[in-house]
Every structure is written in structure tokens, then in C-alpha cells.
T-cell receptor
């Protein structure tokens, strides 16, 4: 298994500002994933981040709004830009166990509230 | 398109057996995964079916039938700590990873 930490654990931000969420893994991993989850709802994949290449974004998510960095095999950041109240959500990073998506380990999440 | 369907809520008593169903629609996928998430917690991996049939992991078992586009998670000897949300999910041939809407399981004493 992998141990994943996220910073910050929660934040309250003003409309129009940006927040960068950090995800740190205790071992080198190929793929890192960023999800969004509204309380009581399912998880929606935002993007997949591979080290050394640009992130791959899912339909409905764009790089200008959610820029992602993946500088090495243990770390990634997700920025939520120009925030609005609709961005209030829990943001989770995860890593895969091997070469497939099927078993993922999730970080504790970042609870974001935008006022 | 690609989607998964699950019952929104299931209730059972301690010691009982409960089955959470998952039906899906996709043009192709590697297999079906199951995740558990307690309130305020992160999802944790439970089980994966890459092939049709039953996979058993302790009190939890998962089943997949590709011909029926159907799978289920079976929880035996229910305990209060099993009260959580359960998600089925699939990997759409590496294109993306899709979670179902989740089933909230309440275990009653």
C-alpha cells in the first residue's frame, strides 16, 4: 500500500482567488489522479498526472481552471483557479498500485469552501 | 456512453448478509472495482474482478458477469463498522476511471 498526504486538509477561500493543493506519496508511483467529490456524492476524475508529461484532463475540466504539476514520482499539485462557490468540494488525490487504475490508494482529501 | 448504476441506500442488521448490485454500461473495460468510504474518510479499495466470477476477500466477496453487464459486492457477517458508502468503478481501457453513484449501507444493531 501507499501512504498519501495532502495539504491543506481544509481551507476557506474567497471568490476569485486560487488555491494549490499538494499531494505527497511515500513511494514512487507512475500515475497520480485528482478527483473531486461533493459531500454525499460520487467521485469525479478531474485529471491523470504522469511525471514528465502534461496531465490528461477529463471532459468538463480544463487546464486553465485546474493546472496540475507533477515534478517527480512522489509529488503532485492541483491548483483550483479563479474560484467560485461552485468549486466548493472535496479534492482527493490517488495513486495506482501498479500499472493499472484498478486498485487506487487515496489521500485524505482537501475540503475546500469558497465564499 | 459509459455509466454505472447502484441502489442509493441499503439497510441491514448486524450479522446479516447484504448484496450491493452494480450494473454498468461501457464499450469496454478491464474489470470492476469496489471501494468503501466512511463518512469524512477517503475511499479504500476493497476488491477487483478482472474476470467473470466470484472473488472472495474475508467477509467481502465480489462478483462480475460481463455478459450481463452486472456485478455485486457481498458483505457477510455484517458489523456496525461496515456502515459506509460503497462504490463500484471501472477502468475504461485506460482512458479514464469511472465511479458509480455509490450505495449508502446502514447496519442496524
Amino acid at each position: 500500500s501507499a501512504v498519501i498526504s495532502q495539504k491543506p486538509s481544509r481551507d476557506i477561500c474567497q471568490r476569485g482567488t486560487s488555491l494549490t493543493i499538494q499531494c505527497q506519496v511515500d513511494s514512487q508511483v507512475t500515475m497520480m489522479f485528482w478527483y473531486r467529490q461533493q459531500p454525499g456524492q460520487s467521485l469525479t476524475l478531474i485529471a491523470t498526472a504522469n511525471q514528465g508529461s502534461e496531465a490528461t484532463y477529463e471532459s468538463g475540466f480544463v487546464i486553465d481552471k485546474f493546472p496540475i504539476s507533477r515534478p517527480n514520482l512522489t509529488f503532485s499539485t492541483l491548483t483550483v483557479s479563479n474560484m467560485s462557490p461552485e468549486d466548493s468540494s472535496i479534492y482527493l488525490c490517488s495513486v495506482d498500485r501498479g500499472s493499472s487504475y484498478n486498485e487506487q490508494f487515496f489521500g485524505p482529501g482537501t475540503r475546500l469552501t469558497v465564499l | 456512453g459509459q455509466s454505472l448504476e447502484q441502489p442509493s441506500e441499503v439497510t441491514a442488521v448486524e450479522g446479516a448478509i447484504v448484496q450491493i448490485n452494480c450494473t454498468y454500461q461501457t464499450s469496454g473495460f478491464y474489470g470492476l472495482s469496489w471501494y468503501q468510504q466512511h463518512d469524512g474518510g477517503a475511499p479504500t479499495f476493497l476488491s477487483y474482478n478482472g474476470l467473470d466470477g466470484l472473488e472472495e476477500t474475508g467477509r467481502f466477496s465480489s462478483f462480475l458477469s460481463r455478459s450481463d453487464s452486472y456485478g455485486y459486492l457481498l458483505l457477510q457477517e455484517l458489523q456496525m463498522k461496515d456502515s459506509a458508502s460503497y462504490f463500484c468503478a471501472f477502468d475504461n481501457y485506460g482512458q479514464n476511471f469511472v465511479f458509480g453513484p455509490g450505495t449508502r449501507l446502514s447496519v442496524l444493531p
